[in-house]
């Protein structure tokens, strides 16, 4: 039997046929992977603007609670002292005049007793219309007090007010309000 020579070419074609088709199928998976890892890429940038925009809106309702707690703070030490550091000096060449912040209080129960000191059993100095203006002296009791007003018994402290004529007196803190309103409720 006679051997079949082969040339060189015959033993190139199936390494250049193999060579094309890993060629060929690297392409692909370089392309599928590019393609995936921009995917994720595009899934991670996301997740990190959620977590971003998360914590803006935490830290937005933190400053907000931040300044509701200071504004309710500023309220209270308004409605205890008076004045405030700041609020009351005028200064005038020559002399010093102090101008006082006042505190507008409204009676809200029609016939509010005014009493001289701070309890049902001190005795009655005036009694007061409803929506009658007074002055807040900036004294409050200490402690909260509840008192049957007919339907409700709300729990409030006693007030220190001044009166149009200047008298000073206590009224139960429930029947006097910075707005001109009716407490509902009240049997005289």
Do not use: H
């Amino acid at each position: 039997m006679a051997k079949k020579e082969s040339s060189p070419n015959t033993r190139l074609v199936p390494f250049i046929i193999v060579s094309l088709i890993t060629l060929i199928f690297l392409i692909w998976a370089m392309q599928q992977c590019n393609r995936n890892s921009g995917e994720y890429a595009n899934a991670a940038e996301q997740a990190e603007r959620e977590s971003y925009l998360d914590s803006l809106s935490r830290i937005e309702e933190e400053q907000r609670i931040q300044a509701e707690a200071e504004a309710r703070a500023e309220a209270l030490l308004r409605a205890r002292t008076q004045p405030l550091p700041g609020d009351s000096i005028v200064r005038v060449p020559a002399a010093e005049k102090i101008i006082e912040r006042v505190t507008v209080l409204y009676s809200t129960i029609d016939g509010l007793n005014v009493r001289r000191g701070p309890s049902l059993k001190n005795s009655i100095i005036a009694r007061l219309p409803l929506y009658a203006e007074v002055k807040f002296t900036g004294e409050v009791t200490d402690s909260l007090y509840e008192i049957d007003l007919g339907e409700i018994t709300p729990r409030a402290p006693w007030v220190r007010i001044e009166l149009q004529d200047g008298k000073t007196g206590w009224v139960y803190g429930a029947g006097v309000s910075y707005y001109k309103t009716r407490l509902e409720g009240v049997i005289n």
